[in-house]
Every structure is written in structure tokens, then in C-alpha cells.
């Protein structure tokens, strides 16, 4: 191997790094749990580079940040290696492919989504997701909700946000806050954990990085300082100049205002991002429709990368019908990329500002119990998701009501939509009886719904 290792003492080249980063990012399919899984299997059962009570400390540290915590992850692990050209390789390499595949399927769906054969494939694409979204909620409650108090607080968040309309990021402080005095006063409830890996794991001790905090993570206040400023500047430099010169009311500005917002709000991990996503950008800002939505959604389960690359085409969608003055198309890739740029930029200032301290943090209780409590009140907001997508997806049209303090979404019965009914039954009986996975699912799906309209239209 003719490449020098970054580090000292690991043995593993920046080359080499890039190779299994690429392998890894083309590989992640399946939303937030899979990517995790296919990190865990090559990272810590495979290449043994990290042991597995490292890994799961990144990733509880991933839990606690706001964004795609897979994305963090493979940029958390990417630092340990390599610093942070290690971070920013890992990190970058995970969106890419998905980027390029969803930018693609944005032009195709500017030019043809109302198309009939078209619009029978995303029906499909719907019924598959709301499969995957209740399995969602299926796996991370199995996971988080062990005992009665974290089954109370995933219980108080999904009323919170269902029938109250409190806004998510006070959800996620609240748990957060229990969690931290829920740690002191009931340690056992309250006991950190993970994504789950079984396995052929590693110990730390026999893994490549070993039990040693590595020298860039002895690195001083004033050094960490100094890495923020320039991710901060990053990030917010182009969201000044859009302010500046396209002014507050142009649709740049309002992508790139919505979306740094969410990149500093949404704890809890993709699906909990999402929740927040689709509501606002649908019932908010009105940029696309809840169908369209879930088509978007669809696009970013089929497509290796973040779950949360589906805020590209929510930008697509909003600038291609906003912008004035600018070819759709144009206009709408443009506001894919700021959408992408401000959502993912700030993962890389949280990982490479927090990484240093975090990882002398390992072991911390008092981290491990808030990080329990917020994934506990995200299955309720996962839920909550779930539902929401239902009601969009089984229901042509459904009405506000306000009882009292209670403000919740009721489908109008008679506007049920039966192909798409039949469908998402379907694709849950696929995934909860027969287990099938999310590229399965989705693929037999889409092919139901191209087969329904050439049925219907046929002769």
C-alpha cells in the first residue's frame, strides 16, 4: 500500500478511508437503521477499525445533534481517522450518490410527475412509505421504550404534537430535560443505549483505533473555537447573501431561513426530522403538496444516502414553482443545492466542534440518559408521522378540527382513495408479516402501481 497512514499508530491510509467510505456511502439504503447497520458491519465486524462500545458512544453523541445522525456518524468515525479531512471525506461521500440520484429523479418529476404512468409509480412510492414509516416506528419503540417510563414519555410526546400542536423542538427539550433528571434520580429507567448491533463486534481494545483518545482530540477550547467559525461561516455566508440581494421575500431566502432553522431544531434522528419537514413545508410555506411529499420521501428510500436528502427535493420543488423570472429547472436545481447546502453544512460544524469534548466524555451517564428520554419521545413523534402520512396518503381530502386546547387533522371518509388503500395494505402485510425490506417494498409497490394503470386503462 503506497499511501502514508494519516495517523500514527492505526495503520489504516486515507486512501484506503476513501475507498470504504464510497463502498459504505453507495451501500446505504433503508433510512437511518440500515446505514447504521451497514457502518456497523464493515466499520466494527468487518475492518474492526473501531470497537463497539466507541461506536455506540459516537452514535448516542449523533442522537443527542440535530440532523441525519447516519450522516454524523460516518462524519464522527471519518474525524477519528483522519481529522478533519477524515470528517469531511466520510461526510461528503455519504450524500453524494444520493444527491446526484435525487437531483435526477427532481428534473424527471418537474417534466413528467402528472404524467399517468408516472403519477401510478409514486402511488406505489407512497404505499411503500407509509409501510416503512409505521415499521419505523416498530423498531426504534422496540428499541427505546424498554420499560413504563420511557413508554410514558414516548406516549406524552406523540399527544403533545397530535392532538396539542406543540412545536417539536420543545418536545425534544423536554425529554431531554427528564432524561438528564430521570438519569440521577432513576438511573436504572433511564440507562443509555444504542441503534443495537449484534455480531462478531470488536472491544475497543483489539480494534485499530483502540481505547486511546487520539492527539487531534486533545485539542484546545480556542482550537475548536476556531474550526466552528470557519463551518459557521460556511454555512451562514451564503444564507446573508441570498438575504442581501434576493431580499427576504424571495423563495431563496425563505429555503435557505427554513432550512438552517431546521438544521439547529430537529433532534431525534431522520424520521423525527421529517415530521417537521412535511408539516411545515406543506402546510406552511406551501411549497408542495402532501402527496408530493411522500413522492419525495419515496425518492430518498430508493436512493442510497440520508433519508433526509428528501429536503432537496422539497427545495427543487418550492424554487422551480416560486422563483419568478427563471427557468424552472434552473431554478429549481438552485434551490436544491442551497436546501442540501444549509441542511448539511452545519452536521459538519456539530461534529468537528463537539467530537474533541465528546470524546472525553465516553461513559458519561448523564448524556446517555438525556439521549434515552429524546429517543423515547421520537417514536411518539414518529407516530404522529406515520399518521399524518396516512391520512394523506388513504384520504383525497382532509379538514383541520379544533376541540378546546385540541387541534388534529380528520379525514373526510367519503374521499378515500381505494388503489391506494388496497396498496398500503399490501405493503404493510410485506413488511410486518413477510419482512421485507425498504428497497423490496418500494419496488414491488411501484411496479403494483404501473400494473393498476395499465389495468385500468387498458383496451
Not at 451562514?236 to 431546521?262: D, K, N, Y
Request: aromatic content about 10%; some cysteine.
Amino acid at each position: 500500500m503506497d499511501e502514508q497512514p494519516a495517523l500514527a499508530g492505526h495503520g489504516i491510509s486515507f486512501g484506503e478511508a476513501l475507498r470504504v467510505w464510497t463502498r459504505i456511502a453507495l451501500l446505504s439504503f433503508g433510512g437511518p437503521a440500515g446505514q447504521i447497520a451497514v457502518m456497523h458491519r464493515i466499520l466494527v465486524e468487518e475492518k474492526r477499525w473501531i470497537g463497539e462500545e466507541r461506536f455506540l458512544h459516537a452514535l448516542n453523541f449523533c442522537m443527542l445533534l440535530p440532523g441525519p445522525e447516519a450522516q454524523q456518524l460516518a462524519t464522527y468515525i471519518g474525524w477519528l481517522l483522519h481529522k478533519v479531512k477524515g470528517g469531511l471525506a466520510a461526510g461528503l461521500l455519504f450524500i453524494l450518490p444520493g444527491f446526484v440520484c435525487i437531483m435526477a429523479l427532481s428534473w424527471l418529476y418537474l417534466a413528467f410527475g402528472n404524467v399517468g404512468p408516472v403519477s401510478a409509480l409514486f402511488l406505489g412510492l407512497k404505499a411503500a412509505v407509509l409501510a416503512i414509516v409505521f415499521d419505523a416506528v416498530r423498531r426504534i419503540g422496540a428499541r427505546a421504550l424498554r420499560n413504563r417510563a420511557m413508554m410514558a414519555i414516548a406516549a406524552a410526546g406523540f399527544l403533545a404534537i397530535f392532538f396539542l400542536a406543540i412545536p417539536f423542538p420543545l418536545i425534544i427539550v423536554a425529554a431531554g430535560l427528564t432524561g438528564w433528571i430521570g438519569g440521577r434520580t432513576w438511573p436504572s429507567a433511564f440507562s443509555g443505549g444504542g441503534h443495537g448491533a449484534g455480531g462478531a463486534a470488536a472491544p475497543d481494545a483489539m480494534s485499530a483505533l483502540g481505547e486511546a483518545l487520539p492527539d487531534h482530540a486533545r485539542t484546545s477550547a480556542g482550537r475548536s473555537l476556531r474550526v466552528a467559525a470557519w463551518f459557521l461561516v460556511l454555512w451562514l455566508a451564503p444564507v446573508a447573501a441570498i438575504l442581501s440581494f434576493a431580499g427576504r421575500g424571495s423563495v431563496f431566502a425563505e429555503i435557505a431561513l427554513f432550512f438552517s432553522q431546521m438544521a439547529v431544531v430537529t433532534f431525534g434522528g431522520a424520521y423525527a426530522v421529517l415530521a417537521y419537514v412535511a408539516q411545515t413545508a406543506v402546510e406552511t410555506h406551501g411549497w408542495l403538496s402532501a402527496g408530493e411529499m411522500l413522492d419525495g420521501l419515496g425518492m430518498a428510500e430508493t436512493t442510497p444516502g440520508p433519508l433526509i436528502m428528501v429536503t432537496q427535493f422539497v427545495g427543487f420543488l418550492g424554487a422551480a414553482r416560486e422563483a419568478s423570472g427563471l427557468n424552472p429547472f434552473l431554478a429549481g436545481t438552485l434551490g436544491a443545492i442551497l436546501a442540501t447546502w444549509v441542511t448539511f453544512t452545519p452536521c459538519f460544524l456539530w461534529i468537528f466542534a463537539g467530537a474533541p469534548f465528546i470524546e472525553r466524555l465516553r461513559g458519561n451517564r448523564a448524556l446517555s440518559a438525556a439521549m434515552t428520554a429524546i429517543t423515547a419521545a421520537v417514536v411518539g413523534v414518529i407516530l404522529n408521522l406515520a399518521i399524518w402520512f396516512a391520512l394523506h396518503t388513504l384520504f383525497a381530502q382532509v379538514r383541520r378540527v379544533v376541540v378546546g386546547p385540541m387541534v388534529l387533522d380528520a379525514p373526510v371518509l367519503s374521499s378515500v382513495d381505494p388503489a391506494a388503500a388496497i396498496l398500503s395494505m399490501a405493503a404493510l402485510v410485506a413488511v410486518f408479516r413477510f419482512k421485507a425490506g425498504p428497497v423490496v417494498t418500494i419496488t414491488g409497490c411501484a411496479a403494483a402501481g404501473m400494473l393498476w394503470w395499465l389495468l385500468r386503462n387498458a383496451g
